[in-house]
Structure formats: structure tokens, C-alpha cells
């Protein structure tokens, strides 16, 4: 039997459950967990009773807390479901008292999100109407409808109490936007007014009225931009204070007064124009001020379409006269442009920089269009004034070729007569092909812009450069045609002339009767030698050989011109028949000099083979002109030095002071043409390899970088015994890049590559499982993980310490394992590595590129790795103004001395032009006069001994031959003492043999 204490308490116990099981059903939660509460405390027996209990109302309150985030997720993103609304507002009355805290806290909660979507349908109403007013051009109508929208939320934002400060900036920018609406109307009119005036004074052609009209309107575009930018300041003020209150309450979101006055100042963002009060101001200038800009257009492309028509008619004057004005127009236009950025300078746009200037992307392809149109103007008004010099040059000499053919003018004058018309057309058309290169330079700068001009909408900006070029190209067909007229004139009269001194020789040589004899003659370093003349008796053969010599020359050097004439020029049928002819009379008057020593077998057998061995070296020496036109200078040097022993076999056979000298000039200086050729092209190659080595190494190719630099230190070597100073520069700067990714990624070609990629994928793996083991709670066992992970981090780093993937998989544990002491940590360790890169430290850059690899956001994290980059020498440091400024002075004074051909300073240019590349190593202009300057001051060596050197040169191989091998030695030397005699290769070759003999 119980006892009565014990049944009186058990009493008490019953009521308690039972009153908390009433409160439960009755949804009064609150209660009945103080109730259990209270229970659990004073009867610990019955403990687990009331924890079944509260479970049941946790449960229920989870519920509550579940249905109400899918009640408030469906307002804000689905406002129009009113049935899933109801259906989860009766499930919230079904899980909690209506009477409750939780309930009621709730209910306030969706009556502000409703007020918000009323607000928010209540802006997308006026923005949609606002947007078809500006479609419409109702700009102040616009202002208007968007100004209607300033009260949403007001009320509640001045009664959140953010204090006085705050909210008497909001009313001053608020009244500051009310003043732009209320000035809106008379500034919009002068805006108008000014545009139209000077709409009408372009299109008039009135330019000498366009400035004093544009200083009128410059005031008027002044005050309406300063509207716009009193907008622009009001809505960053907004955006500022808004951005403020949602850090400090990141639940404020946009239900703000200032997200919806944000909204109206800018509109919806992503639309096809600029929406918002900002849009209708943007709007209204566009339909005023826009309008001048394509009156500009308009008027600049109506001058060039008459000036291209003169110009195609010939009237080369009247096309001046019509360009001459267009520059007036189209340099208002950069003005207006400029404006145009000014207007939308609050909104930090985009701008595309052009030509020196910063332009909107929606204005580059007019702005390029008129650049094209402006740049076409200059060169076809230059092209017209060499056009005007093309009529009296026409009819100057047809008269006087006339009088030549039927005797009144002798051959030397009417020759003479012709070319001074020729070197008139010729400068003539070297003039016209230095405008047409203008031309094609400003069609090349205008294609830079390509991209952004088909991004603007004007794709055919290049149509008038283009034009122009196609018009010049045609006036050049014109010239080319009148040189060819003037060229068959001069080689008709230059074949008529040779053919009668071939009709002369042939009588003198009926005349002629002489012998050949040796006849030995002293050189000038003691050395005697014996040369092959006709016989002194033999007088009339004398003077006839020696006419012939005469006609020979002047039929060479006619032959020479037509071999060094135009491909247009050669490719003329006429001038062709003309060539063949002047070939055939050269080579009958070389025939008549063969003929006229056949009084003697002995000597015609002689003078033959030496005529010979010369046609042969003439040959041999035009295709070494011809291989060193098309730059195949090894084929060019082949064939130069064969010329050259062909030559010397003509000489040894019949001795000729001609012929010596055409090989003193024309093999040697063709010589020191191939190598100054050869010396220019090293320049060119080093400079594109140089190029492409900075190009690829900024692109991070630092491997490509090295290999570009290092060919072109072996090509620079061809022909300099010194290093290029530049290549060696830069070969530092990308060896140096290339040392900081040593270690970074382990190459498969690394010793250890196996077994680092095996304890990097193990590391991998350990740090996977420890993340899964923490966050399925058992901790201790991923912290074990984590510690294997790390143990493999360090082997791989002991032998690679920067390893990138081993120090970001150490990051990313200790950012695991402790998030708020990692995040508190992080800016030490970042200024720690920072300050290792200014002492070069590779660990230290190493660990920079980590925790920004960790933590890309970081504010600044971008700069402070180039900064570092550029500390440890991976990037080159921008240069200050004051070495950017010295730079480009340093490379005019050099440009200066080039320009005017100052020999006697080119090594003080030298050292100028170095000292601005070591200041700004992107100084291109200073590369480019460098490269010249290195052209000019070459000192071409020679491909073959001249014609007293190839004699030395045969006696110090006859001297080797017979044993005397000090003597022939003692030649060599004193030969290569010559500087343009040490690239000669049989000399070289002649030297080795007595080397290996001595």
C-alpha cells in the first residue's frame, strides 16, 4: 500500500504533465515549456516524461520556422500565388497560437514584405511607363513620371530614426534632384535653341562662323551637363549611405527608400539605352546636341564626295578648293565628343581611347568615320597638287624626239633632254608613292579600331580611305604609263646611237691588222707582272679597240639601265624588243673586238678565251644581282666570287684597265651591297625576334621569350663581334622571370616527378577524407588526416619549397580547421610575403601567390601582386614621368642627328639612343632610329678581293705551292690587316691551309 506523502506527490506530478499536455494542444508552447521546465528541475525522476514533451513543441516550432521561410521565399519570388500563400498561411495558424510572440513577430515580418512588393510592382509600373516616354521623345514627360515614384517608402525611412546628420542629406540631395527637374525645362530649350543654330551654320557651310557660335554654346552644354552630374552625385550619395545600412542590416536588402530613388536616378540596368532620370537628361542631349555631330558628318562627307568627283575628272584645283575647309568642321567635332564624355563622366563609362582621345563606345565609330574621312581629305588634296605638275611634263620632249629622228638634234643631246623628262616623272612618281605609303599608314592606324568600330554599329568607317587610296592608285597607273613612254623614247635614241658607232667600228676594222704581245708593267708593291696588249704599231687597231672599248661601255651601261629599271618598265613589250636590240649591238661591238685580233691565231685564240671568261663572269655576276635582288645572298656570294674568278682568268689572258675597274666596282661595291644587305636584314630579324621575345614574355611565355632571345643573339652574332646590349637586356629580365616559376609546378621532366605527383595526389586524398570526416562531426579523425596531409605537403616542399599545389593544400587546412583564426591571420602572413618580395625572397613570393590564390577577393590583392611581381623583377616597373619625359628627348635629339645625316655624331646619337632605351624599354620610336643608326653607320666588308688583292692573293698561293710558306703567310696577313677582307672565304681558307703547315 502507497503512502500518503508518496501518492499526494505523484498527485502533483500528474497535474503538472497533464496541464502542459492542455497548453501543448492549445499551441500556448511558451507555457507549457516553462511548466516542463520548471518539472524537469524539481522532479529529475521523471525527466525523461518532460523531454518528450518539449520535443513534441520543438518539433512543432521547427515546423513553424519551415513553412514560414517557404511562406516568405514565395512572396518575394512568387507574389501572384495566392493559393500556395493561403494554403501556407492556414498551415502557420494550424502550427502556432495566433496569440503568440513567435506568430505575431512572423506576421509583422510578411506585412513589411508585403508593403515591398507593392512598392516594387508600384516603380516597375512607373519605369515601364517613364521608358515609353522616352521611345517617344517625351523627355521631360519622363522626368516627370519618374519623379512621381520619390515618396516610395519615405515616410518610413525619416521614421527609422537614422539620425538628423542622415537624414538631412537625403532631403538636400532630394531637393538637389527637384532643382534639376525644376531647371530641366528652361536648359533643355537653351540647349535646343544653341544645337539648332549651330545645326544650321554647318549645314550652310558657314565656317567661319562655327567657333564664335560653338563659344556661345559651350556655356549652355556646361549648365546642362552640371544637371546631369548634380543627378549622378545624388545617386552616389544614395548608393554610398544605402550600402552602409545594408553591412549594418544586411535584412534591409532594397526595401529602402534609397534603392527606389536609386532606381529612379538610373533606371533598369541591362536596358538597350540609359533609362532613368539620368537617361532622360542623356535622352535630350542625344536629340540637340547629338544633332551636330551628324550635321559635322553630313557636311564632311558631302566635301569629300565633290572633292573625289573633281579629282576623278582632273579638275585637281577644284578638288582643293573643296577640301580645303573640311578640317573647319571636323574638329568641332572631337570638342563635342569630349562634352559628351563630360556628360556622362559621374557615371565613370567606359571609354575607348583613339587617336589620343578618350571617346565613348557609342561615338568611336562616327568619331572614326570622320578620322577617315578627315585623314582621305589631306592626302587626296595632296595627290591633286602632284596631279596639276603631271600636264606640262606630258608634251616637253615629243617634240624634240621628233627633230633627233630626222637628224636636227645630235643623239648625247636629245638623250640627254629625255632624261631630264624622265627624272621628271620619276620624282613625280616617287612623290605620288610617298602619298599613297601616307595613305596606307593612315588606313593602318585607322584598321587598329576595327574591333571597336564594328562594336559601335559603323563597320564602313574605312570606305573614304580606302576610296582615296583607290583614286591615287589610279593617277600612279597614269604616271607609270607616261615614265614607259618617256623610257622607250631614251632607249630608242640610245640603240641608234650605239648602232652607229657599230657601223663606224665595222669600217675601221677593215682597217685593222695587229698582233698581240706581253708587255710587263710593275705594281705598286714592287711586284712584277706581265699583261697582254694589242701591238702599239699596230695603230688603227689601236684606235679601233679603243672606240670599241668606248661603245662597249656606253652599250653596257646602256644594258645596266635596262637591268636596273622597273618590273612595270621591263614587262613593256617595246622596251623589251628595245633591250634585245641594245644586246644584240653590245655583243656585235664585243665581236668586232674579237674580229679585230684575228690577224694572229695565237692572239685571237687569247683575246677570245679572255672575252670569254668575261661574258662568263658578266653572267655570273648578273645572277649574283640577281640572287642579291632576291635576297638569297648565300647563292649571291657563290656566284659573286666565281664573277671574280672568271674575271681573273680574263685578266690573265689579256690584260684590261676596264675590266679591272668594273671589278673594283662593280663586284666589290655588289660585295659590300650583300653584306650591308646581310647586316641590315640581321638588324630587322634581331629586331622582330626582340619583338616577339617581349611580346611573348609580357603574354608569361617566358620559355618561348628565352628561346626567341636567344636566337637572336646568334643572329646578331653573323655580323657583330660585340653583344647586342638590347638582347642581352632583355635576356635578363626573362631568365629572371623564368627562375621565379622554378619549383612552382613540378615538370614531368623532374628527377623526382614520380613520386612528388604520388605524395601530392596522396595529400590530396588525405585532406579530402579529413574534410569529410569533420563535417560529419568526428573531427579528431580528420584533424589525423589533415596531419597526414601535411606530413606529405612538407616532403614534396623539402625538395621543391615553393611548390604552388603543396602550399595552397597547406592553406586550405588551416582555413578548414579554423576559419576565424585563418581570416585573422591572413593579413599578417600577407604583409609578411609582401615584404619578402621587396628582398626577392622566392618563398615569399611563393606564399603571395598562394593566399591570393585562397582568397581572390581580398580588396587590392590584384595590385599587390603586380606590385610584387614587378619587386621581384617578373614585371617591369612603369616608368616616372621624369625618365618617360627624358626618354623621348633623348631618342628626337638622336632622331634629329639621323634625319640630318650628321655622320660625325652618330655615336653621340648612339649613346643617346641607348641611354633613352635603358630609361624606357618601350620606347619604340627610340628603337626604331636605333635600328636605323645601326644601318647606316654598318661598314660593309667585302665578298671579293679587289682586283690589286686577288694578284697578291694568287702570288701567295703560287708562294704555298712552291714551299715558301712564311712568305705566303706574311700576303695573308697583310691582306686580312684590310677589315673588308676578313669575310673573304678563300682567304680565310687560304690562311688555315698555311696554318696547318707551319
Given at each position: ?9 505523484a ?15 492549445e ?84 506585412r ?12 516597375q ?107 549622378y ?16 542590416d ?24 540609359q533609362?532613368?532620370?539620368?537617361g ?56 563635342l ?18 587617336f ?172 712584277v ?83 670569254a ?95 626567341y ?7 646578331w ?6 653583344e ?51 563535417n ?44 576565424a ?7 599578417q ?24 590564390e ?38 628626337a ?86 677589315p ?18 707551319l
Amino acid at each position: 500500500m502507497v503512502s500518503l506523502p508518496a501518492a499526494y506527490a505523484a498527485g502533483r506530478q500528474d497535474q503538472a504533465l497533464a496541464r502542459a499536455d492542455e497548453l501543448i494542444h492549445e499551441k500556448r508552447y511558451d507555457d507549457a515549456i516553462v511548466i516542463l521546465s520548471g518539472f524537469s528541475r524539481r522532479n529529475p525522476v521523471y525527466f525523461d516524461q518532460a523531454q518528450r514533451r518539449l520535443r513534441q513543441i520543438y518539433r512543432a516550432r521547427d515546423e513553424f520556422n519551415r513553412v514560414g521561410e517557404e511562406l516568405v521565399d514565395t512572396l518575394l519570388n512568387e507574389p501572384e500565388n495566392s493559393e500556395k500563400i493561403l494554403d501556407l498561411t492556414r498551415h502557420l495558424e494550424e502550427l502556432e497560437s495566433s496569440t503568440s510572440p513567435l506568430f505575431i513577430s512572423f506576421i509583422t515580418r510578411v506585412r513589411e514584405l508585403a508593403l515591398y512588393n507593392f512598392n516594387r510592382m508600384r516603380l516597375q509600373d512607373i519605369l515601364v511607363r517613364a521608358r515609353a516616354q522616352l521611345d517617344h521623345g517625351d523627355f521631360h514627360g519622363a522626368l516627370l513620371t519618374y519623379a512621381g515614384g520619390m515618396d516610395i517608402y519615405r515616410d518610413e525611412f525619416f521614421n527609422e530614426g537614422y539620425g538628423e546628420i542622415i537624414e538631412n542629406q537625403v532631403r538636400r540631395q532630394t531637393e538637389n534632384i527637384n532643382a534639376v527637374l525644376g531647371a530641366f525645362s528652361q536648359a533643355g530649350a537653351l540647349l535646343r535653341m544653341a544645337a539648332s543654330e549651330m545645326v544650321q551654320v554647318v549645314e550652310s557651310g558657314q565656317a567661319a562662323s562655327l567657333a564664335a557660335v560653338y563659344s556661345r554654346m559651350l556655356p549652355v552644354m556646361d549648365s546642362f551637363i552640371e544637371l546631369q552630374q548634380d543627378l549622378y552625385n545624388a545617386a552616389g550619395y544614395f548608393d554610398y549611405q544605402l550600402d552602409i545600412f545594408q553591412n549594418a542590416d544586411p535584412s534591409i536588402g532594397n526595401r529602402n527608400h534609397l534603392a527606389f530613388m536609386i532606381r529612379l536616378i538610373h533606371g533598369r540596368p541591362g536596358e538597350s539605352i540609359q533609362e532613368g532620370m539620368l537617361g532622360a537628361l542623356e535622352g535630350h542631349w542625344n536629340s540637340t546636341a547629338g544633332r551636330i555631330e551628324n550635321a559635322i558628318t553630313e557636311k564632311a562627307e558631302n566635301n569629300y564626295s565633290n572633292g573625289m568627283a573633281a579629282f576623278r575628272g582632273n579638275n585637281y584645283i577644284t578638288t582643293r578648293n573643296t577640301l580645303a575647309g573640311t578640317d573647319d568642321y571636323t574638329r568641332f567635332s572631337g570638342l563635342l565628343f569630349g562634352k559628351r564624355m563630360q556628360l556622362k563622366e559621374g557615371g565613370n563609362p567606359r571609354s575607348e581611347r583613339i587617336f589620343d582621345q578618350q571617346i565613348l563606345p557609342e561615338n568611336a565609330g562616327q568619331f572614326l568615320r570622320l578620322e577617315s574621312i578627315n585623314g582621305a581629305g589631306v592626302h587626296l588634296a595632296e595627290a591633286a597638287d602632284l596631279g596639276s605638275r603631271l600636264v606640262p611634263l606630258r608634251s616637253s620632249n615629243i617634240s624634240l624626239f621628233a627633230d633627233w629622228q630626222s637628224g636636227a638634234v645630235n643623239s648625247g643631246r636629245a638623250m640627254e633632254q629625255e632624261q631630264q623628262s624622265r627624272t621628271g616623272f620619276d620624282g613625280l612618281q616617287n612623290d605620288l608613292n610617298g602619298v599613297l605609303a601616307a595613305v596606307e599608314q593612315r588606313e593602318t592606324e585607322l584598321r587598329l579600331y576595327e574591333n571597336i568600330a564594328e562594336e559601335s554599329g559603323d563597320a564602313d568607317y574605312l570606305f573614304y580611305i580606302e576610296d582615296t587610296k583607290s583614286a591615287i592608285e589610279n593617277l600612279y597607273s597614269i604616271i607609270v604609263e607616261e615614265v614607259l613612254r618617256s623610257a622607250r623614247r631614251y632607249y630608242t635614241i640610245g640603240n641608234g646611237d650605239l648602232y652607229q658607232s657599230l657601223t663606224a667600228r665595222r669600217e675601221e676594222l677593215a682597217e685593222a691588222n695587229v698582233f698581240i704581245q706581253g708587255q710587263r708593267r710593275e705594281t705598286e708593291d714592287g711586284n712584277v707582272v706581265i699583261g697582254f696588249y694589242p701591238a702599239e704599231g699596230l695603230a688603227i687597231l689601236g684606235r679601233m679597240l679603243q672606240a670599241l672599248e668606248d661603245d662597249i661601255g656606253r652599250g653596257n651601261n646602256l644594258l645596266t639601265l635596262f637591268r636596273n629599271e622597273q618590273p612595270v618598265i621591263l614587262a613593256d613589250g617595246g622596251i623589251t624588243g628595245l633591250q634585245t636590240s641594245a644586246v644584240t649591238t653590245v655583243n656585235e661591238l664585243i665581236g668586232l673586238r674579237t674580229q679585230g685580233l684575228a690577224v694572229s691565231n695565237a692572239a685571237r685564240n687569247r683575246i677570245s678565251q679572255a672575252e670569254a671568261y668575261r661574258q662568263e663572269g658578266e653572267r655570273l655576276f648578273r645572277e649574283a644581282q640577281a640572287a642579291y635582288t632576291r635576297q638569297a645572298l648565300e647563292t649571291a656570294r657563290e656566284q659573286l666570287q666565281r664573277a671574280a674568278d672568271r674575271f681573273n682568268d680574263s685578266l690573265a689572258i689579256q690584260e684590261s684597265a676596264s675590266l679591272r675597274a668594273d671589278w673594283d666596282n662593280r663586284l666589290v661595291n655588289l660585295g659590300q651591297d650583300i653584306s650591308r644587305l646581310e647586316n641590315e636584314m640581321v638588324i630587322r630579324d634581331v629586331r622582330n625576334l626582340v619583338n616577339n621575345a617581349r611580346d611573348t614574355y609580357f603574354a608569361g611565355n617566358f620559355e618561348r621569350a628565352e628561346d626567341y632571345l636567344l636566337r637572336a643573339r646568334s643572329r646578331w652574332q653573323v655580323t657583330n663581334i660585340d653583344e647586342n646590349e638590347e638582347v642581352i637586356y632583355w635576356l635578363g629580365i626573362v631568365r629572371g622571370a623564368l627562375s621565379l616559376r622554378s619549383g612552382r609546378v613540378i615538370l614531368p621532366t623532374a628527377p623526382l616527378y614520380p613520386e612528388m605527383s604520388q605524395l601530392l595526389s596522396e595529400a590530396k586524398r588525405n585532406y579530402e577524407e579529413g574534410v569529410r570526416y569533420i563535417n560529419i562531426g568526428q573531427r579528431s579523425n580528420g584533424l589525423a588526416k589533415f596531419s597526414e596531409a601535411r606530413q606529405q605537403t612538407r616532403e614534396v616542399k623539402l625538395i621543391f619549397p615553393v611548390n604552388q599545389e603543396a602550399g595552397i593544400l597547406e592553406l586550405r587546412m588551416d582555413q578548414f580547421i579554423d576559419p576565424a583564426a585563418f581570416n585573422a591571420s591572413f593579413e599578417q602572413r600577407l604583409r609578411d610575403a609582401v615584404a619578402g618580395t621587396r628582398r626577392r625572397s622566392l618563398e615569399s613570393f611563393a606564399d603571395l601567390q598562394n593566399l591570393a590564390e585562397i582568397n581572390p577577393r581580398y580588396p587590392g590583392i590584384a595590385g599587390i601582386l603586380r606590385q610584387a611581381e614587378i619587386d621581384m623583377g617578373y614585371r617591369l616597373p612603369p616608368p616616372n614621368p621624369q625618365n618617360l619625359a627624358r626618354s623621348r628627348e633623348l631618342a628626337a635629339s638622336a632622331s634629329r642627328i639621323l634625319e640630318g645625316n650628321i655622320s660625325t655624331q652618330y655615336e653621340v646619337a648612339v649613346a643617346q639612343i641607348n641611354e633613352a632605351i635603358a630609361l624606357n624599354p618601350e620606347n619604340i620610336e627610340a628603337t626604331l632610329v636605333k635600328d636605323r643608326l645601326l644601318t647606316r653607320m654598318s661598314a660593309p666588308g667585302a665578298i671579293v678581293l679587289n682586283s690589286q688583292d686577288e694578284s697578291n692573293y694568287q702570288r701567295a698561293v703560287r708562294e704555298l705551292q712552291s714551299g715558301n710558306n712564311l712568305m705566303a703567310m706574311a700576303i695573308v696577313e697583310r691582306l686580312l690587316q684590310n677589315p673588308n677582307n676578313r669575310n673573304v672565304i678563300k682567304l680565310i681558307e687560304l690562311q688555315r691551309r698555311i696554318q696547318s703547315v707551319l
